[in-house]
């Protein structure tokens, strides 16, 4: 049964919540436009690198290399050059990403059935897209090799049955979107209550506050009620925008909002706990905005966990959003259930009860 | 403009700005922090994806098949279970990233001279990995059994950064975002405290001009931001080892004028507000968010959609990341990016200028 | 014939459809004090901003100097002083750093400039703390400070915005000093004020309320305006004195002043009607009686106090609600409140006085259970402050001198807030806001945001929510700060009608005037209680012939004072 005072309090946070017309406009814009802007402009296709050509070569093997490289969708021709020095100055300017060399002979050397090799350089200066050109290219080459078979020579091979699960077109949306979808709860969580907290020691009304009978846990349920309700709500609105995007929920919605309602829990416990050490709304918001920076990074969201140091991929536990970025990409992407998200679960749990502890102790003594 | 009125508006500033422990620590301390954390962060290397390999086969084909993928650097070794269920499992946990299906007479087929399929599994959430997985997989497949013997190889060298180094290229790019991250934010703030304290109203009573307000204010935050730079620089090189193949004085050169280009920018934003949380507010919106997202920072600007591509131009954070990675990484010098200086300088002296403008000595 | 300094005509200024201020015709000469008077939003702090050529007017022109504030502003800027409301310098500069940073921007350089720094702050008594960091000066020295910065270019005009707002009685003296020495130096000031003794001072005053000019003229001309419309009431029953004044129609306002008298303003051309067992006489008017008239909206409010007629205090034995023994807390170092030792009985108000940091706010902390006694034990309404501290809040009303309410929320909002935060229960709560809101007086707050209401509306507001649980005990933090004098008397009346319900109630206040109204007072310095009692005997023991409260409270300070070098 909720208590008057509890009741009381409740209330009035709702109704300014409701009143602060820059608060709501934020909570509708990283829902919707941020979501859909950057799933839209971050999506991180690499496609279309432009490629040049040396050719010393001038052969029919030459040429159907050139093709086999440019007719998918990752390469394009941007330029052909009589020598690697010319096409180097491009490459420094950055107009390219990769330059092939194919050396006199090639496809004599083919023909006669000795082995041969050309020459790739890929520019190196965007590790990620390097990366992914160099893959390419091994990649079309071992392909236009196994074509260009004789019949006659047709060896046994293997069958290559390449599969990508969760998200067969590779493309970056999908994650993205549930990337943005944790970032929004993340943001709000924090900042919403840790600006609520702060702004009644600003105003002053804590002193009258104090003088009252409220106890300090009393306060801090108030003021993450409006938040834990109005950002779980925003998951409806949000699953429309994911079916608009093609993200396919393959989970059950129930479950959707119950993780998320243990999510959102983590995340204003270290709203509430940003509102405690802080005591002005600018203080608030730097803290706010420099603590949720490294969650962010360590969420996964940018860059997968596994390619971190160790001990940075166990720093990432503390990060609530690497928790809940796994839940909602296992719920939406794999179908995942409960008894693959517990974990997640827990450690998001787990969070939540040391930052309201910590945020309860620091409160306490100035209560 | 007159220099003793500027530089006594500067002189307060500094002894403001250094009895400020807060801001201070922001200031020198955040850049440090984000530099080690994009560092460590923001690592797409694919050196080390978790794999499963079911055998159903266990001959010594597809064993060295297995080994194919496991020598490939790519690729360690995850668990090796007896059935699909549990490799299923483990990707939907998402504790491996890519799964090898070797059928039972695997290598039964390949001695009858038959096509034996191979079915090779990649989680497709970080779509930058699981392409580059996918692909390597691909070319491995494809060349088993010969790939010794295969006929055309290519020899994929890459430049200016040979062992595809995650830092060596997020270092150079931090350079540009940090400089836009934390001066204009102080900056701002610097202003808008001025405004919510009452002690503007000192300046609006006083001879001091705006351009001379204006030029007081940028100075000390420049050599902050300066300094900002100098110890990035110092922490990329000296600590994480990133090669500058280009030239050094150039790059701290232009990095002065993009410093004056972002404290001149902080100066802007807070001549349209008029609270702290105003000023940090629009400092996060114009300023740091797109320079972390539209820059070409971490998503290459080629990969989005064209409108974006024309928000991202409109920012000087995209000039000094191509120029400070042309420098650092390809040794690129003025004669290959003097495009990039001249959109700067060009952007420094209309951002102070719309400043020192739009500072009025007025309270409405 | 001395030279207009300052020549405005129709100046007004509006935002958007809404004007602040309009119809301003004034001049000033040089050398007067001219002073602005007028209650919180009447358009003071716009005129002189405009007046500084800071802010642009939307109407009439204005010569300041001989020059066009709107033409040039940079050349008025440059010439004169201006000091803004709140505090201008930077609290993390030194005392002599914003000097030096003053004379800076202003170019004023050579010899002069160290002599001339020199002197003022000798002058204003800040020579001691040159490196002291500004934010840690009190209040009033920071003001001192600020009006020392503005002098360092010696400007000819001096504007200054409420420069006594907030400042305790020892340091507006100081103050005046420095600008009385401003002013033999020919310099002429224009300045905003809430203080009537201050208005009273000027060659001239303009009254404004809601942006319009009510008078213009010279002191003792508005004073002698109103001669005869002004009368001081005595007499044995002054409650029966007030219902009396209440249901004159002809009465425009009446306040209960110490010494057991009513002074009354009545409408101009009517007479004050008889009042059985009463004398009235017609009395001196003083500005504040000025103001009064100048104020008054047409009709009389009827019924505003009468919904709480004050009743005779029960003849009951008044138990003590606050017994403090031996109080003292301190900061590190820092002794904010020493042994201090006071009781106040039901239906007493005490009066706590003192300089800015005397510890007058840090001890109502302690006796609301908000900090821990280091030393001594304080009982509130029966109960331990330090450890019953849940049973005293439930049992205390305390209004801070910020009047803290959400400016987001409407008036009903707040008060059902503070209702339901004390534990009121839901059946009751209707009627205990209908009580609270009665008893405040507050019969037009409406549904709009708090923050659209006046000041005085919000203080009245934050004294409904204080006391919508019934509370044993009162305290009130400075509750009359920034109000206009017609609603700080109307304050207080509501303060006594509590009172003779048997509230006990702890006031602080800089307002000297109001001093008067509390049964007792307490006077505090460094932590310490240097006096405590009612008035006239506090009076008594400086051997003062008039009970003024001013010469009260300076008296006992200034023999503090010697008392401490002496001891030193």
Sequence with gaps: MLSGRLAGLITKEFAQFLRDPVMLFVVIFLYTAELVMCTMALGFDVQHLKLAVVDHDRSAVSRALIEELTTGDNFVLADQFTSLREAEDRLRRGALDVVVEIPPRMGARLAAGRPASFGVVVDGSNGNVAARARAYVIEQSARFVESRRPAGERRAAVRPEVRVWYNPDLTNTRFMALSMLAQAGLMLGVVLPAAAIVREKQEGTIEQLRVTPIRAHELFIAKITPTLVICTGAVFPALVIMTLMGVPMRGDVLILLGLTVVYLLSAVSLGTFVGAITQTLQQAMLVGFFGLFPLLFLSGSIAPIESMPPWLQTASLASPQRHYVEIVSGLFLKGAGLAELWRQALALGAISGAMFLSAWLVFRRRW | MKARRVLAFARKEVLEISRDRFTMGVALFMPLMMLFLFVYGISLDVDRAPLIVVDHDRTAASRELQARFLNSGYFVLQAAPEDERSAEHALMRGTARAALFIPPGFSARLGRGEDAPVQFVVDGTYASTAAILSAYGRAILHAYPEEARLPLRPEVRVWYNPQLRSRNFIVPGLFAVILMAFPPLLTALAVAREKELGTIAQIYASPLTGSEFIAGKLLPYAVIAYAELLLVVLGGVVWFDV??????????????????????????????????????????????????????????????????????????????????????????????????????????????????WRFRKRIA | MAEAVVEARGLGRRYGARSVLENIDLDVHAGQVFGVVGPDGAGKS?????????????????????????????????????????????????????????????????????????????????????????????????????????????????????????????????????????????????????????????????????????????????????????????????????????????????????????????????????????????????????????????????????????????????????????????????????????????????????????????????????????????????????????????????????????????????????????????????????????????????????RDLSGATRQRLALACAIVHRPRVLFLDEPTSGVDPLSRFRFWRLIAALAADGVGIVVTTHYMEEAAFCDRLGLMMDGRLIALGPLTTLAGELGLATPDVEAVFLGFIERERAGQGRAA
Aim: proline share 7%.
């Design chain 2, 243 to 356: 090669p500058v193949r280009g030239s050094v004085g150039l790059l701290l050169a232009v990095g002065l004028l993009y410093v004056l280009c972002t404290v001149s920018i902080g100066l802007l934003v807070s001549t349209l507000v008029r609270t702290q949380l105003a000023a940090m507010l629009t400092a996060l919106i114009v300023t740091l968010m797109p320079a972390f997202l539209f820059s070409g920072f971490v998503y290459p600007l080629f990969t989005m959609p064209p409108a974006f591509q024309a928000y991202a131009s409109v920012l000087p954070t995209r000039y000094f990341l191509e120029f400070s990675r042309g420098v650092v990484l390809r040794g690129a010098g003025l004669g290959d990016l003097w495009p990039n200086v001249l959109v700067l300088a060009a952007y420094t002296a209309t951002v102070f200028a719309l400043a020192a």
């Design chain 3, 46 to 450: 716009t005129l002189l901003q405009m007046l500084a050529a800071i802010l642009r007017p939307s109407a009439g022109t204005c010569q300041v100097l001989g020059r066009d504030v709107r033409r040039d502003p940079a050349g008025v800027q440059a010439r004169v002083g201006y000091m803004s409301q709140g505090f201008s310098l930077y609290d993390r500069l030194t005392v002599a750093e914003n000097l030096a940073f003053a004379a800076d921007i202003r170019d004023v350089t050579g010899p002069d400039r160290a002599v001339r720094g020199a002197e003022l702050l000798r002058m204003a008594g800040l020579d001691r703390f040159q490196h002291r960091r500004e934010g840690q000066l009190s209040g009033g020295m920071r003001k001192k400070l600020a009006l020392c910065a503005n002098l360092m270019h010696e400007p000819p005009l001096l504007i200054l915005d409420e420069p006594s707002l907030g400042v305790d009685p020892l340091s507006r003296r100081e103050l005046w000093r420095i600008l009385d020495r401003a002013r033999t130096e020919g310099r002429t000031i224009v300045f905003a004020t809430s203080y009537m003794d201050e208005a009273d001072a000027c060659d001239r005053v303009l009254l404004l309320r809601d942006g319009k000019p009510l008078a213009l003229g010279a002191p003792q001309e508005l004073r002698r305006d109103v001669a005869g419309q002004v009368y001081r009431i005595t007499g044995p029953a002054l409650d029966r004195i007030e219902a009396a004044l209440e249901t004159d129609v002809g009465v425009i306002s009446f306040q209960r002043r110490a010494g057991r008298e009513v002074r009354a303003q009545v409408r101009d051309g009517s007479r004050l009607a008889p009042i059985e067992a009463a004398v009235a006489e017609a009395a001196v008017p003083t500005m504040e009686d000025v103001f009064t008239f100048a104020s008054a909206p047409p009709p009389a409010p009827p019924g505003a106090a009468s919904a709480a007629p004050p009743q005779p205090p029960p003849p009951r034995i008044r138990n003590d609600v606050i017994v403090s023994r031996g109080v003292s807390v301190r900061f590190g170092d820092f002794k904010a409140v020493d042994d201090v030792t006071i009781t106040v009985a039901e239906g007493e108000i005490l009066g706590l006085l003192g300089p800015n940091g005397a510890g007058k706010t840090t001890l109502i902390r302690i006796l609301c259970g908000l900090l821990s006694p280091g030393e001594g034990t304080a009982e509130v309404a029966g109960f331990d402050v330090a450890r019953q501290s849940e049973a005293v809040r439930a049992r205390i009303g305390y209004m801070s001198q910020r009047f803290s309410l959400y400016p987001d929320l409407s008036a009903r909002e707040n008060l059902t807030f503070f209702a339901r935060a004390y534990g009121v229960p839901r059946s009751q709560l209707r009627e205990r806001i209908a009580w609270a809101s009665a008893r405040a007086s507050l019969e037009n707050a409406g549904e709009g945001a708090v």
